[in-house]
């Protein structure tokens, strides 16, 4: 299918040193002689004047022509280096589109460049995806990740467990096609030991998956408890800055703080919240309702206590009333971290049973906070083995594993289950192939590449 031309500022919004415009398209010498006034040597760097229609230099740059198939999109592709004005650049783009107005050459849409790399083999989808998450990365482990997976070792993973798979098939298909045979071909080619090792091989390549994810998503973390319980001090000694007004008035806090952090690299949004209680203020009640809505929506809580009035009873209520809702509100597989404060003002007071103590005034314990946060998560430090991965790549893992839990078990009464055996081979490699977009529906692609920044 021939696509019309391309083009669009491949750099950030702002000022800058240097700024590109970018153009792609089957065929593209129109605009190469509209703009840049001759020929250009492919693959060469060439500086020269960008010309508007009557001849006068737009501004000064370097120009470099990259002939199809050798290039990012597959097609003809022309860069246009030039100053990095906001102005200069929106100037150069429109003479790109007048120059190429023959043929058609309109403004790319979010993420259209990448996606034509895309639909030329020039990279599969789980590639295509970690550019984006390679600009996206907020951290150093998410952006080694991420160009991990564009380098193709996310991609090189779901092939070998994909190949595995589809000889495994052949087998159940070749016993399928002839019954006759005497030779049982499922037995002699080891069928069982080939699902148990692809097996295994996918729970490898999911752990690593899952946590690719973490360094992509991070996890949210909400801090709750009752007012002046050190909430906003917590906040600010994990953030190592001064976040959230911290005073000793009940009730200071009253919307929601959020600031992100990352600890061994994967990223923690933490979140301060309005103290728990009964209150008939009527701002206050609000920013306690907001509290609430932080705490459903996350991934983690951490449920802080003032060791200072541990010994109180109305405080000891408070805490059980908090304790109870948190139950009643959260999904079970939320984890509820029970941390008690002020430390530094209670040094002899016993903790209870598997609780953290801290001072968020003076950091300690802060560290074995960090730990903890790191092990509910689920983080293994091994970072240079993970690569970049999404919650879409995880969950077609996960319905591989179901589809080869299925086939195991129909392996196992082979003599009578071989067609569904196969079927379930089938759609385990349907899930794979997801990943990499050899069998993605088209409004997937739409979705994957509309996040893409313009001019990627």
Not at 41 to 69: C, M, N, V, W
Not at 255 to 269: C, F, K, M, R, Y
Not at 407 to 436: G, S
Request: charged share 25%; hydrophobic share 50%.
């Amino acid at each position: 299918m021939r696509r019309e031309p391309i083009a669009a500022i491949a750099t950030a919004p702002g000022r800058g040193a240097v700024g590109i415009v970018r153009v792609s398209g089957a065929d593209i010498s129109a605009v190469i002689q509209g703009v840049c006034g001759r020929t250009l040597k492919a693959r060469e760097a060439t500086y020269l004047p960008f010309r508007a229609a009557d001849g006068s230099p737009i501004d000064q740059g370097l120009a470099i022509h990259f002939p199809a198939p050798h290039s990012y999109t597959g097609e003809d592709v022309l860069e246009l280096q030039a100053h990095g004005g906001p102005v200069v650049l929106q100037l150069l783009l429109a003479r790109c589109l007048e120059a190429g107005a023959a043929i058609g050459v309109r403004v790319a849409r979010a993420g259209e460049f990448t996606e034509r790399a895309f639909l030329n083999d020039k990279i599969d989808l789980a590639q295509a995806e970690a550019i984006a998450d390679l600009i996206d990365a907020s951290t150093e482990a998410a952006a080694r990740s991420a160009s991990r997976s564009l380098s193709g070792e996310f991609s090189n993973e779901v092939h070998a467990l994909r190949d595995a798979l589809v000889h495994l098939r052949m087998l159940v298909e070749a016993t399928l096609d002839f019954p006759e045979e005497e030779i049982d071909f499922l037995q002699k080619a080891d069928a069982q030991g080939q699902l148990t090792r692809l097996g295994e091989s996918l729970a490898r390549v999911m752990q690593r998956a899952r946590q690719g994810v973490l360094l992509r998503e991070g996890i949210k973390v909400v801090i709750a408890g009752q007012p002046n319980a050190g909430k906003s001090s917590l906040l600010n000694a994990l953030a190592g800055a001064e976040l959230a007004i911290v005073t000793p008035v009940a009730g200071t806090t009253r919307d929601v703080v959020a600031h992100s952090i990352q600890i061994e690299g994967v990223p923690l949004h933490v979140i301060d919240t309005a103290g728990l209680r009964e209150s008939d203020d009527v701002v206050e009640k609000i920013g306690i309702e907001r509290a609430w809505s932080q705490i459903e929506a996350a991934d983690a809580v951490l449920f802080l206590h003032d060791l200072t009035r541990a010994a109180q009873a109305d405080y000891q209520a408070a805490d059980a009333r908090i304790a109870t809702l948190l139950r009643a509100k959260l999904p079970a597989a939320v984890p509820v971290i029970d941390l008690w404060n002020k430390r530094d003002a209670a040094p002899d007071v016993a903790l209870p049973a598997d609780a953290l103590g801290l001072s968020a005034r003076t950091g300690h314990g802060l560290d074995a906070l960090r730990r903890k946060l790191l092990a509910v998560a689920g983080w293994q430090a091994a970072p240079e083995g993970v690569f970049i991965a999404r919650e879409r790549h995880l969950d077609a893992l996960r319905r591989v594993d179901a589809h080869l839990r299925q086939a195991d078990a129909h392996l196992a009464a082979r003599a009578q289950a071989l067609d569904l055996l196969a079927e379930e081979l089938r759609l385990a490699q349907n899930a794979l192939n997801e990943i990499t977009g050899e069998f993605t529906p088209d409004d997937l692609l739409g979705v994957i590449f509309s996040k893409f920044c313009i001019g990627k």
